[in-house]
Structures are given as C-alpha cells and as structure tokens.
C-alpha cells in the first residue's frame, strides 16, 4: 500500500461520516461555531457602522459648524476690509483737505509777506518825503485835546455868460439879496437892467479815501536851487539819462506847479528803484555841483469818494445881464448898486463878472465846514 492511500485511510477514520448520527453532530457543533462567529462578526460590524454613523454625524455637525465658522469669518473680513477701505478714504479726503488748507495757508502768507513788503516799501517812502522847511504858527492842541485833520478844497466853477459872482461879507446881505430875488440896476441915463438872484450850490466833498502805491517809473527829485526853470529841467533830464548817474532813457521831466521839486519819468521801469536808493547824488547845476535829494514818487488813485451839495452862504449869483456897455463900467455900476444898503445890498469881498460871449471860471478857494467863500 502506497503512503497516499494510508493517509486517506486515517483523515477518512478521523472525520465520521456526516451519514452517520456521529458525523450530523459534528456538522451541527460546526455549523453552530460558525453561527457564532458569523453573529459576533454581525455584532462587530453593527457596532462599527454604528461608531461609523456617530462619527460622520459628528463629522457632518462639525463640517457644518466649521463652514458657519468660515462664513462667519468671511463676513468679518469683509466687514473689517470695508471699514479699512472706509477709513482709508476718510485719511485720503483728510489729507486732501489738509493739504488745500496748507496751500491757502501758504497762499495767505504769500499775500500777507506780498502786503508785509509792500507797507515796508510804503513806510520806506514816507520816511523818504522831500525836505521842506515849515514854520510852526499854531498851537499845540486844538481846544478839546483832539487833533484835527482839515483838508480846504479849491473848487474851480464855470461861469456862463451874462453872470455875476458877488461874494458879500455877511451872510445876511446876502440871503437879503437871494430873498428879492429881482433887482431892477440903474445904469445910469435912461439905461437900465432887471437881474435875477441866484443861489450858489457847490459840490464839496466829505470823504476821500487814496490808495497809494510806489511808481516804478516816476522819481521825486528835491533840494532843488531857484533857476530858470526850462535850464533846470534840461540839466536834470541830461545828467539822469546817463547810464553812468544809475540812469536811463528819460521819458518826461516836469516841475510840479507849488512845490518846488520836480517829477522824472523813466522808460525803463527798473530805473526809478536804483536812483532812490542812493536818495542824494550830486548834479552840475549853474556851473556848479549841487547836491539833489532823490525820493519815490506815490501815484494815488481815488478808493472812495462821498460829496454833498453845498449852498454857498455868501456868494450869490446874477443872471440876465446883457452887453450895454464896457465890461469893466458894467462891473462898477453893478458893484456899486450891490454896495448900497438902500438897494439891500451890503459891503462886497469879492465881485467877478462875465460877459456874454465869453468864458470865466470862478475859484473858490479854502471853502470849508464854516462855508466861507473866497
């Protein structure tokens, strides 16, 4: 016997056959292991899936939190970017703002440094007026300790022609003479004349505000010797034309009427500043060196002007006078009617006629708050 079939004889021997009431026992204790094993594995994968559904119920509350907790996150970022964004623009418009504030500050101060310079240059020049000799003849305070500034006007007034101007000493001859109103003139013979009474109204003014300004062309030349005035001119038009004086090209030289100096207008606009600035130079006047002071010219323009109209209290005038006769005997007789307290008339200051045909102009000089006429 081979050893094969021995082998099959003993595993045949050792499992009994499942025909056998010993063998369907061994099946049923088998099958009865493997139950127990296939529910124990049933128990362990129900215990499995059962931790496997907890933990992805756990997994699901947690993804869920964490994707509320992103949103969440999101929204506050946003939020925080938003407000960052805000701010941001709030600094810029801030910074904006600062910056034009800066620049109308800087602008501002130009202005006021501009102004700074320009009073500096103003009180320079007033510092710098032509010298004058003056005589003190007041008195040192005014009644009430204020000091008063007066400015007497010189108002120059066209006459027509075939009027007077008579200009009496009291008021009350005057406004006498207004009340008639006509007077009947005896020429004498059998010539006579009806004249009507006016009164004088004037434009005086009560305030005048002047904006001066230093001319950049003009200069004031002072300390001047008494010659002929053309000579002066000339010699002074010649010594500052020169480029080696700190002149230039000399556009006009004039001498202004009352003051004694005289006005040199430059082409060149950078000329007048220089000359100024050395204030005396000496100039060959009358055969001789003469020292010459040399000040800024102010221009002054009118700022604000107010006038009124002004009655003239002394001063009437006549109207409807013809050409009967000569000028000057017409002037007489009229002046002597004027004269005569019979004719209402009074003591005359001043008497000025024209005639028809002809043109005079009337001065009042030095009218002032008290209206006085000269």
Known sequence: MSSDEDFS??????????????????????????????????QELAATRDDQRDMTEKFKTRSIKLIQDLKED??????????????????KQEESELLQEIQM??????????KKAHLKQQSDVFTAVPERKVVFTGSTESKDGSEPFEMKPRIVCPMEGGTVLITFEEEVVAKKILDMKQHWVD???????TVEARPVQLMLPTLVEIDS????????VSNLPKMDTETLLNKLEIHFSKSKHGGGEVECCEMLPD???????????????????????????????????????????ITNLKTKMSVCPR???????????????????????????????????????????QHTSALFDGVSSDKKEE
């Open 259 to 301: 003051s004694g100096t005289v006005v040199i207008t430059f082409v060149d606009k950078h000329i007048a500043r220089g000359l100024t600035d050395t204030e005396h130079h000496d100039v060959k006047l009358q055969e001789k060196t003469h020292r010459v002071r040399l000040t800024p010219f102010l221009n002054g323009k």
């Open 315 to 357: 001063t009437v005038l006549l109207t409807g006078i013809p050409n009967v006769m000569e000028r000057e005997t017409l002037q007489d007789l009229l002046e002597i009617h004027f004269q005569k307290i019979g004719n209402g008339g009074g003591e005359v200051e001043a008497f000025l006629y024209n005639p028809l045909g």
């Open 213 to 220: 300004e230093v001319s950049n062309q003009h200069v004031l």
């Open 74 to 91: 999101q929204r506050s970022y946003k939020e925080k970017i938003e407000n960052g964004k805000a701010k941001l623009n709030l600094m």
């Open 9 to 42: 004889l003993v595993s045949v021997d050792a499992q009994p056959s499942e025909n056998t009431l010993e063998g369907i026992k061994a099946s049923i204790t088998r099958y009865k292991k493997k139950h127990e094993q296939l529910i124990q594995e049933q």
């Open 105 to 114: 500050v800087e602008e501002a101060l130009k202005e006021e440094e501009a």
């Open 187 to 193: 020429l004498g013979g059998e010539c006579s004349i």
